[in-house]
């Protein structure tokens, strides 16, 4: 059975810097794309950066120059840096992943969740 594992999230006041990781766990052939999404109360889920397997990415436009993500393939993790936060970006933090078996079925993943609250 494979789980994501995030960790990190919290309350931080406007300014500053969070970071979260999402470790990937169970019989794991390899990830395709992982990714970070968000959900703010009333508000649907948005993509709010994602790394494919080789470190191409891409960022919503309302993180770009303040969030970094990246990954560690050896430790099926990724990681989400996030800088100069705003209050806009309180909200739940998901983690997904692209997950491949060694029977050569996949799944999409999602992590249970983490609270980020930008709060003074």
């Known amino acids: 059975q494979v789980q994501l594992v995030e960790s990190g999230g919290g309350l931080v006041q406007p300014g500053g810097s969070l970071r979260l990781s999402c470790a990937a766990s169970g019989s794991i052939f390899s990830i395709n794309t992982m990714g970070w999404y968000r959900q703010a109360p009333s508000k649907q889920r948005e993509l709010v950066a994602a790394i494919t397997s080789g470190g191409s990415t891409n960022y919503a436009d309302s993180v770009k120059g303040r969030f970094t993500i990246s990954r560690d393939n050896a430790k099926n993790t990724v990681y989400l840096e996030m800088n100069s936060l705003k209050f806009e970006d309180t909200a739940v933090y998901y983690c997904?992943?692209?997950?491949?078996?060694?029977?050569?079925?996949?799944?999409?993943?999602w992590g249970q969740g983490t609270q980020v609250t930008v709060s003074s």
């Open positions: 997904n992943a692209g997950i491949n078996f060694h029977d050569g079925t996949s799944i999409r993943k």
